[in-house]
Every structure is written in structure tokens, then in C-alpha cells.
């Protein structure tokens, strides 16, 4: 009985004092918030972070965003009992998740651009943050188990920091974008210091079953001086400078990789089906653009035998590629004699690749169309020396390289890039060697 007087009562006072936090100053307002950070510096070891790679770790995450979903009006309850979209199916989308005691308890996506673009463009317009510098990956599917929403962060911001490091140091992003609930988006501006991209709530986003959301952006590169400024003098629990930029959580495992890659693809054909056939109708539903594009990523033999079939007469193949191309960073030093004997060295990074060459970015001039010899760290124990030459400079300082006869190395990584199914598949790239 006292119960039942109790819950209405601590519901009254805690909407009364919300509205009367809402009339304080915005700055204000977001100084509180920043007090209330609780960012532990030494998490308790039963909880672990990673990417999400097996079935049993996908699923718990789709069905932790279903619930939380439902929960909250984001979307009506799905038969499958978990929520899963098209962009969760993109090799270029990772899940992250956190683990309390081997259970699932809490999850965010990143989802870099592809010829899919982003969920949010739809209803915001990004090209102005298309033409900064730096790639862009949207922060979607956040859920956090309900036992620990009132915890103090101690699922939400050890999430936050993997989302953070993964970001910067594996998954090439420079800017971050969300579209979030408008109840929410002070949170973000607050503490993490987005800002939004339109001043303008869109009162129906249909990704989200028609709610209401706020757009905003986060520059990762001037974040580390922006979060110093406002954390540094903040003890260890409410400094988040240090949190994301100094402390190391062993609770963190990010991925092993044999080679330079942006990416960390884990469906395999089997898993693809599974998700997106067997227990949900995502490909089924889609338009037959998208899936004429689905075609266009996924174009191996095992996985074009589960993808959805495309409408006799509407395959359209204005997005497909003659070559594929894969998202690297590949420090790189280009050396060429002038014909006047002088040496010409130039350090690069390698940005993107394809079989029959590759795209760098220098900070100094290339000389075009002079053949070369070219070394690269393709990996932390991988060196690759090909004889290039540049072809063509775009905007930036980027430049194209045509190669001239590749050596071992650089065939096992292209060919493991070419025939493999996931990021793992590269830790055995010369199982993908063939005799050309």
C-alpha cells in the first residue's frame, strides 16, 4: 500500500524539479549536467566491450534496441523480437556491445557512409559536413539494458570511450552524427559537446516510427582540446579528458588486425541470411534499387546466393563499380630518381585500394606520371615494396597510382580483400592465394 502512495509522489517531484531545471540558463543547465558525469576510471572487470562478431552477440543486441525501442514509441514490437535494419547488414557497419557477466547489456552501431548513405540523411541535410575533411559515421541503435540505466553511466560511458577509440584509432572517422529524441539531445550537446546541424526539430522521422529528432555533429579531431578545457580539472570520476584520451580500460578488446583496414565486417553468408531472411523480412522489403546495390557490395558467390532477387528488368547498374575499392590506412614512402639523378622522397598515407591500384594522400607534391618505388606498411609486421606510378592529383593532395608488377605481400592482402567473407578472414590471407 505504501508503495503504491510512494511511486506517484516521486513521479510528481521528479517532473516538477525537471521543469524547474528546464528555466535555468542553457549554460547553466549544461554545467549541471557536466557535474553529474560518473566516468569510472577502473570499471568493474566483469565488464567486457567488443565488437559485436558472433550470432548469439548480434541477436542479444538486436533484441536489447528491440525492447528499448518498443519501450519508448521508437517502433512497434517486430515478430522477431529484435530490431534490425538494412544498415545493420553493411559491411561497413560495426556494432559495439557491452558484456556484464557474458550478458549483452549494452550496444551501439557506427555506420560509415556507403552507397546506402546515412539513416539521418533522410531527413538532414549533410553537405556541408561532406565537404570538411575527414570521414563521417553515424552513432545509431543505442540501447542500455534497463538494470543499469540508473547506474551512473557505468554501462553508457565505458560504451562511449570504446566508440571513441575504435573511432579514432580503427575505424578512420573524423566526424561523428546522431539523430536523437529531443528529450535527449542536451545530453549530448552537454556533455560530448555535439552541435546540432539545424536549429529545427523534424516533428517525423519515420526511422524511428514517426518520434521527433535533433540532429547534431561531433568534430573528433578538436574534441580531446574541447573536453580539456571543460573536464581537466575534474576529479578522475567526472573527468571525461581523461577518460577518453588517457585511461586505458583493459575491459576494452579491440580488434586484432593483420593489416591496415578501416573496417571490421563480421557477417558471413550464413549470418547474413539468417538475420536478414530467416528471422527478419529486411531484404525482402527493400526497393529493388537496394537491392540491385546489395548485390553491387556483396558480390561473392556465397553471398549472391543469399541475397534477395532482383525484379526481372530492374537491375540497374549505375552504382556498380568496375572494381571494388577498400577503405585502408597504409603509411607509405614514395621514392623516385629525376632524370637529373636527384631522389625525390615523399612520405604518404594509403587510403583506398583495388586490385589494379590505389589512392594516398600526401602533404607534399608527387611528381605524375614517373615510375617509382613505393613501400608500405600494410600491417604492423607487413611491408609491401611495388613500383607505382602516380596517374592523376584530385583535390587535397590526393593522388592516384597505377602499380607496376605487385610483390607477394601485396597480393596476399588484395586477394584475401577480394575473396574473404569478414575482417577475420585476413589473419590467413594466403589461403586466398592464387597461382596468377
Excluded at 557512409?113 to 553515424?138: C, M
Aim: proline share 6%; glycine share 6%; with cysteine.
Amino acid at each position: 500500500m505504501i508503495r503504491k502512495l510512494v511511486m506517484p509522489v516521486r513521479k510528481l517531484l521528479h517532473g516538477t524539479l525537471r521543469k524547474l531545471f528546464n528555466f535555468l540558463p542553457r549554460k547553466r543547465r549544461f554545467a549541471v549536467y557536466r557535474n553529474f558525469v560518473d566516468c569510472n576510471p577502473a570499471p568493474n572487470e566483469r565488464l567486457v566491450l567488443k565488437i559485436a562478431d558472433t550470432q548469439e552477440e548480434l541477436e542479444a543486441c538486436f533484441a536489447l534496441l528491440h525492447d528499448a525501442y518498443v519501450g519508448n514509441g521508437f517502433m512497434k514490437p517486430d515478430p522477431s523480437g529484435m530490431r534490425v535494419t538494412i544498415y545493420h547488414a553493411l559491411p561497413t557497419t560495426t556494432t559495439l556491445c557491452a558484456k556484464y557477466d557474458d550478458e549483452v547489456v549494452g550496444t551501439l552501431s557506427l555506420i560509415r557512409e556507403s552507397v546506402l548513405g546515412f539513416p539521418l540523411q533522410r531527413i538532414f541535410d549533410l553537405t556541408a559536413l561532406r565537404e570538411k575533411k575527414g570521414n563521417i559515421a553515424e552513432v545509431s541503435a543505442l540501447a542500455i539494458h534497463k538494470r543499469f540505466r540508473r547506474t551512473g553511466g557505468s554501462i553508457l560511458f565505458p560504451l562511449m570511450k570504446f566508440m571513441y577509440e575504435y573511432c579514432t584509432t580503427f575505424f578512420d572517422t573524423r566526424h561523428l552524427v546522431i539523430a536523437v529524441n529531443p528529450s535527449h539531445i542536451e545530453m549530448y550537446e552537454s556533455l560530448l559537446f555535439f552541435r546540432r546541424l539545424t536549429q529545427n526539430v523534424v516533428e517525423n522521422y519515420d526511422f524511428v516510427n514517426g518520434a521527433p529528432a535533433v540532429g547534431a555533429t561531433l568534430d573528433l579531431r578538436s574534441a580531446p582540446e574541447i573536453f580539456r578545457n571543460h573536464y581537466g580539472s575534474k576529479p578522475p570520476k567526472r573527468n571525461l579528458y581523461a577518460f577518453f584520451t588517457q585511461v586505458k580500460l583493459p575491459n576494452i578488446q579491440l580488434p586484432q588486425r593483420r593489416f591496415y583496414t578501416t573496417n571490421d565486417p563480421v557477417l558471413t553468408p550464413e549470418l547474413l541470411d539468417y538475420f536478414f531472411n530467416v528471422r527478419t523480412r529486411v531484404f525482402s522489403q527493400l526497393s529493388d534499387r537496394k537491392k540491385c546495390l546489395m548485390h553491387t557490395i556483396y558480390d561473392l558467390p556465397a553471398y549472391q546466393a543469399v541475397l534477395p532477387v532482383v525484379s526481372e528488368g530492374k537491375q540497374d547498374e549505375t552504382g556498380r563499380r568496375r572494381h571494388r575499392r577498400f577503405s585502408v590506412r597504409c603509411p607509405a614512402k614514395f621514392l623516385v630518381v629525376m632524370p637529373d639523378g636527384a631522389e625525390h622522397r615523399v612520405n604518404l598515407e594509403i587510403i583506398q585500394l583495388s586490385r589494379y591500384g590505389f589512392q594516398a594522400h600526401a602533404l607534399a607534391l608527387v611528381p605524375l606520371n614517373v615510375w617509382g618505388e613505393m613501400t608500405i606498411q600494410l600491417g604492423p609486421a607487413e611491408v609491401s615494396r611495388i613500383q607505382v606510378s602516380a596517374s592523376r592529383e584530385s583535390d587535397g593532395g590526393i593522388y592516384g597510382f597505377r602499380l607496376g608488377e605487385p610483390d607477394l605481400i601485396w597480393r596476399k592482402f588484395v586477394n584475401a580483400l577480394y575473396s574473404g567473407s569478414t575482417h577475420a578472414d585476413l589473419a590467413d590471407a594466403t589461403r586466398f592465394m592464387t597461382d596468377r
